[in-house]
C-alpha cells in the first residue's frame, strides 16, 4: 500500500507540473548592472535603499520557490510519518510567504508612485492565495490513510504547482520591470545582484 501511495502521489505531482509554465531561464551573459539598454534608461536613477528592497524581494521569491519546491519533493517522498512531514515543510513555506508579503510591500518610501510597483504588488496576491491552498491541503492530510490518503497527497501535489506557478507571476513581473529604463524600481531590480536569476 504504502508503495502504491507513493506512486501515485509522484504520478500526481508530474501531472501537475506538466500543466505548470515553466521558468526556466535561457543562459545569458548579460549582467544585471547592464540588463536595461543604456540608452533605455531615462528615468531617476534607483538609491542604495530602493536597490537593497529590489534585492530583498528576489532573495525572498526565491526561497519561497525552494521551499515550495522542497515540499512537492516530500509529496513523493514517502514514508509512514509523510503527514508530519508535509505539515512541518509547509510552516517553512509559510514563513517564507510571509516574508515575501511583507517585502513586497514595505515599498521604500517615495517609490509608491512608481509605474512597476503595482505589478510586482499583486503578483504578491497571487502567490498569497495559492499558498493558503497549498496550506489548506496539507492540513486536510492529516488522518488520512488508504485511498483518502492517496487522494490527499495527490491534492497536495497539484496545489504545490498550483503555487509554483502563481510565484512565476512575481518573477515575471520582477523581469519586466528590470526591462524598463523610465521605472527606478525598474533599474533598481537590474542592478541588485540577487535578480540575476531572475531577470536574465
Known amino acids: 500500500m504504502r508503495k502504491s501511495i507513493v506512486l501515485v502521489a509522484a504520478a500526481a505531482l508530474l501531472a501537475g507540473c506538466a500543466g505548470s509554465t515553466s521558468t ?3 543562459t ?20 542604495a535603499e530602493q536597490t537593497a528592497w529590489a534585492g530583498q524581494v528576489c532573495t525572498a ?10 515540499l512537492a519533493s516530500a ?10 512531514a508535509l505539515a512541518a515543510q509547509m510552516a517553512t513555506v509559510s514563513a517564507s ?22 505589478a510586482v504588488k499583486a503578483s504578491g496576491g497571487q502567490f498569497k492565495a495559492s499558498i493558503t491552498a497549498l496550506e489548506s491541503s496539507v ?11 492517496v ?17 512565476g507571476a512575481t518573477t515575471q513581473a520582477v523581469a519586466t520591470a528590470a ?22
Open 24 to 26: 526556466t531561464a535561457t
Open 139 to 149: 492540513t486536510a492530510l492529516g488522518g488520512k490513510s488508504g485511498m483518502s490518503k
Open 179 to 200: 526591462k524598463d529604463g523610465k521605472s527606478t524600481l525598474g533599474q533598481a531590480f537590474a542592478a541588485a545582484p540577487s535578480c540575476s536569476s531572475l531577470t536574465s
Open 97 to 118: 510567504a510571509t516574508a515575501l508579503t511583507a517585502t513586497i510591500t514595505a515599498v521604500p518610501a517615495g517609490s509608491e508612485s512608481d509605474p512597476e510597483v503595482a
Open 61 to 70: 521569491t526565491t526561497t519561497l520557490k525552494k521551499n515550495i519546491e522542497g
Open 75 to 84: 509529496v513523493t517522498s514517502g514514508g509512514s510519518n509523510i503527514s508530519a
Open 28 to 47: 545569458s551573459t548579460t549582467t544585471p548592472s547592464t540588463s536595461v539598454p543604456s540608452g533605455a534608461i531615462t528615468g531617476t536613477a534607483p538609491t
Open 151 to 167: 487522494s490527499a497527497l495527490a491534492t497536495v501535489g497539484s496545489a504545490a504547482s498550483s503555487s509554483l506557478s502563481a510565484l
